[in-house]
């Protein structure tokens, strides 16, 4: 085993700002020893109907920090996709982390009667196809990172593990004993953020062809700017000082405590949730007085938590979460039919007055907050995506 293919994404040096994610200089391609995983909420949009969009949310994270705590902080690349994730691994670690994918899909069934399907390509099987994977490490914040993708073998996996026939290779086998895995860490304890002076959009943005299509998305970032904040700029974030909730959400701590005991009972949950709110009720104090408790400081997480959100990335297509005004709404989506009906992308789009945050937080000074767009978010622009596609092919 190459000590080098084992660390490949640790070693990956990271680059800054968002705008240079297109650039070819800061990606390498995924080693043919690792695997991709994908997993995503099977009949989400119908959920999301039912008003059930932070348990999606949740469910979309919680496979994300099972692997992380299984694999005990190995740096790996993993992107949120609001109602699913995808992560890359090596092949030695995926032993490790087939239970707790398992116990997932246990969970996301026991708790929230939903279906988690999970599966994982070998990138041997993707690049026997030609298709290729390539990563870069986006510098967030002077703690965190975040992966970008790109290769076009993102899309040929998803439609592998989804497809009724082949799909049987790559998705996870029934667990022969009870599966078991640690969500320690995954929250979802803030209220929505709310736009403050219009709209909260989710963005998807997919270039169409083949071949290098770097040039079509530096075309599109650089649209994107003419209307909108320059995307490293504070300014660009949807959460922000001046909108950020400080309260808790009663409906978000009871997800959680479903989540991490999906086989209580409502006794054993409301015992849990007690514990929860009391601890919210400790940050709302060093909140409130600035008051360091421990190791705990309120005012330096809150700080953290506006650096360390993921509303920008890039997997295989462009995905934003970005507050807009009624003009720049108007204007974007004229750029984006624009671009659409000269054959470069499709996209979606979806617009709540909210976003909403999901937290993973490994200590009080390591933390990443995933966001999406409020009612839906990326799911339903997502729906919109695929009829264009279906439409276009």
């Known amino acids: 085993m190459s000590s080098n293919s084992l660390e490949f994404y640790r070693e990956l040096p990271p680059f800054t700002p968002f705008s240079k994610v297109t650039m070819a200089e800061h990606y390498r391609p995924i080693p043919a020893d690792w695997v991709v995983v994908i997993t995503d909420v099977k009949g989400s949009t119908k959920a999301i109907e039912e008003n059930r969009y932070k348990d999606v949310n949740m469910l979309g994270a919680s496979s994300i920090v099972a692997i992380l705590n299984a694999l005990k902080g190995r740096m790996i690349p993993f992107v949120f996709g609001g109602d699913g994730a995808t992560l890359l691994v090596h092949e030695t670690d995926w032993p490790k982390i087939v239970e707790p994918l398992q116990a997932t899909q246990r969970m ?3 708790a929230f009667n939903l279906e988690l399907r999970v599966g994982a390509v070998p990138m041997r099987d993707l690049l026997a196809q030609g298709a290729q994977v390539e990563v870069a490490r986006f510098q967030v914040s002077p703690a965190s990172s975040l992966a970008m993708i790109r290769g076009g073998g993102l899309q040929l996996a998803e439609k592998w593990v989804k497809s009724e026939e082949v799909g049987r290779k790559y998705r996870l086998a029934e667990p022969e004993r009870e599966p078991e895995a640690s969500f320690e860490g995954l929250s979802c304890r803030w209220n929505p953020v709310q736009a403050k002076r219009g709209e909260m959009m989710s963005l998807l943005i997919l270039a169409r062809g083949e071949g290098d299509l770097t040039p079509i998305y530096s075309r599109i970032l650089r649209d994107l700017e003419l209307v909108l904040s320059p995307s490293g700029s504070a300014a660009a974030s949807p959460i922000r000082e001046d909108n950020f909730a400080r309260r808790a959400n009663w409906k978000g701590l009871w997800t959680e405590v ?37 190791s705990f400081h309120a005012p330096t997480y809150v700080q953290d938590m506006l650096a360390n959100t993921d509303f920008q990335k890039f997997d295989d297509m462009l995905r934003m979460i970005r507050e807009v005004s009624r003009g720049e709404k108007e204007q974007l989506l004229q750029l984006l039919e624009a671009r659409r009906q000269s054959g470069e992308i499709f996209y979606g789009t979806h617009f709540s007055p909210q976003a909403l945050m999901t937290c993973l937080v490994f200590s009080f000074d390591h933390h990443i907050h995933f966001v999406d767009g409020g009612d839906g978010g990326y799911a339903l622009a997502a729906k919109q995506l695929k009829a264009q596609m279906k439409v276009g092919a």
Do not use: E, N, Y
């Not at 989540?259 to 015992?271: G, M, N, V």
């Open 108 to 110: 996301a069934m026991k």
């Open 258 to 294: 479903k989540l991490h005991l999906p086989d209580a009972t409502a006794f054993t949950r409301i015992k849990k949730l007690i514990g929860v709110f009391l601890q919210v009720l400790i940050v709302k104090f060093s909140m409130a007085t600035g008051l360091k408790l421990g």
